[in-house]
């Protein structure tokens, strides 16, 4: 009985029988063969030496294939991702801008009236407290809560006509009025009485391209557009049918609309709703079509790696798979004791010295050859050319110089730069509302109600890291939060808001309000919250100060080092007296995409003189030639990692074993036949390991061991019983008593 491996795992028993004697020769080597089969490890996937020259040809035609799909999928004639992209991106901000301003003016009229519920004032004041100045609610209207009669109303009349369903107790609903789409709320004063209030939906004004007819609307629930900013691009009749089924947009999209007879240029459409108010922000305009990537570009990259993975392929197979083969037909021959008229003639190193030394003990001698490559060096040169073709790709690539950036893309960032001002301004303004607001009286007679305010005020302003209060040396005497950072200074005798000139590790920006006898109210502004604020920008942005040094930037910063780059410090020092200004191109002509604003509102923000720079890396833009060298250089990072890890699947698993190997038959030609050859691997090597050692037995101890080595055979009598754990146990303690 023989137990027989493959792979490293055991094969079935299977009873030879015992050798034949006597007969003819042919029937001794048959016999000698198939005893050998059984004992040689079997080289299947991915044991074998061709495994990773087939699993490298596979991946190669997998990247291909990625890569002619890829350019095929791009390969048409549209406006360019990159402006559709833009203008997704500005109607978003947009639309999350609109929702959060209307949400907290919701939110403030909803505290209004609740405030004035335990003792409402007359009807006039009480509608005059909800809309204020009249800067958010134009109007506002008393009703009855059961037949929606109006008792009594201020400002601008309501538009009762259009609210056919009502309005939802504590809800709201957007209509368009005649001056444009106005959101209007209904909150509950009483058992009997309610309040509706409209708020006329207005947004920033934003920069938008004259030449491309560009224009921002707003949706209304029924699908009622109004053009609340720039011009229409289409006759009014024609709206309809462009935006069609994306005035029911429940996610910001984007989409070009072609036009019958426009050939070179199309509509861009990009939709945003707003929360869940039922309204979208739409806008609209003019962009011209550019062809994208060619798909016989990727034909062109698709073939010649195909080429050149062939060519690696044929070097693999000469190299290592094609030698070792021919070593081990001769192996197994001479470890069955066959005869051989002539042997195959080995040209690779390694192999070629373990045949030298299969011929030595098989009584044979092969032609010594005085220079014959190496495994290595062949799989090197395979290798070398595997790369070859992703350094001449991302070279040509990289030596191509960047697309001129399109002119709606320069305008779109000079409204990223304005509305980074404005998100940055408001927020400052709203910080030193809260510090302005908080009611702490006199200190120095109440300290404790004074700690009160302090903490009320701070739980209404998430832009804060804290407030307290400091006497005129600067001392803190109240405070809640977290620890001040501000150095202890006296504060300026006035409202307003500055940075901390004494603490340089970090941005320290405060704002301030002076009380009676010296003391004063601050908080600190939490720089986490304002990085959050410029980080929402698409692109890098940074905020810098007079001396062009910068205090806050989305991509990481020490406090106030110098600006740099020469376009940055020049658009920034451009509008240093006022404006925004963007460069698509730099000083030399290259490709740019840069834009700064001055913060000029509010006062208190202005009076910081601070400038927002915005910019993008052209690189990553998605425009035609920009995407012909992305997919390059994926291709070529693909192809690269391919080839490295194959030469490193060769070199670990087949060139090191071999090379052990090859030092063992040099001791077997030099005639030194006491020492086993090891086995290597349960692969090919593994199998030609075995063959040597069989052949050094047969020099060494004679031709019974051809075939394999010979095993002790069991008897009739020997039989094989399955033994339970409990009696196995059972047994053991026995044994042990």
Known sequence: MV??????????????????????PHQLLA???????????????????GAPSLVYLWAMTLVAIVTVAGFAFHDKIDVPQAVQESQLDLTTKMSRSLNGSTGRAVEDLDRTVAGLRAKPPADAQLLAAVVGDRTIWSGAALITTADRKQIAATGVALPFELLRNGVPLGGTTAVTTGDGPALIHHTRLDDKRSVLAMQPLLLRNQRLNPAAKAGVFMITPGGTTSLVQGV?????????LVFGDTTAATRPTVRSVAVKGWTDQRLVLSVAPVGDTG????????????????????????????????????????????????????????????PSQARRPVHVAEPYRVASALAVVSGSELPRRR????????????????????????????????????????IDEESRAENATAALGNAVENGLRTVLSVP??????DADAAEAALKQGLEQEHRLRNLYIVDGAGRTVRAAGREPLRAQAPVPARNGVDLDPGLRRLPLLYAHRALDKGYAVVGEFDVDNLLAIVRTVDGRARVVDRDSRVIL?????????????????????????????????????????????????????????????????????HLPEVLVRRWTLLVGGAAAGVVLLTFAWQFLIFVRPLKQLAAVADQISAG????????????????????????????????ARFGGAVRLRGSEHNYTTVLSLDLVQRKDDEVRV
Do not use: N
């Open 232 to 240: 229409s691009a289409v006759d009014r009749s024609q709206l309809r």
């Open 3 to 24: 137990e027989t491996r493959t792979s490293g795992r055991p094969r079935a028993r299977r009873d030879f029988g015992e050798p034949p004697s006597g007969g003819p």
């Open 672 to 703: 030194s036949l006491d020492a086993p050859v090891p086995p290597q691997r349960h692969d090919d090597i593994g199998a030609l390991a075995m063959c040597l050692e069989i052949c050094r037995q047969v020099r060494h101890t004679g031709t």
């Open 279 to 338: 309204v979208r922000v739409a806008s609209l305009l003019i962009a011209p079509v550019v062809p994208g990537p060619s798909v016989g570009v990727g034909l062109l990259l698709g073939g010649s790696l195909l080429a050149i993975a062939a060519l690696c392929v044929w070097l693999m197979g000469v190299s290592l798979v094609q030698p070792l083969r021919i070593a081990l037909h001769q192996a197994k021959r001479d470890a069955c004791g066959m």
């Open 553 to 621: 930037d989305s991509e990481g910063f020490r406090a106030y080092q110098r600006l740099e780059g020469d376009l940055a410090r020049e658009v920034a020092t451009a509008v240093r007296p006022g404006g925004t200004l963007g460069r698509t191109r730099t000083g030399a002509g290259e490709p740019a995409l840069i834009a700064a604003s001055k913060v000029q509102d509010p006062p208190s923000a202005a009076a910081l003189d601070w400038v927002v720079v915005v910019e993008r890396d052209v690189a990553v833009l």
């Open 440 to 445: 702490v009286g006199d200190p120095a007679a």
């Open 371 to 410: 220079f014959l490559p190496s495994v290595l060096q062949g799989l090197g040169l395979a290798a070398a050319f595997g790369l070859l073709w992703p350094m001449a790709a991302v070279g040509f690539v990289m030596s191509t110089p960047l697309p001129p950036v399109p002119a709606q893309l320069g």
């Open 31 to 49: 016999w000698r063969k198939r005893a050998l089969e059984q004992q040689l490890p079997s080289a299947g996937f991915p044991a074998g030496a």
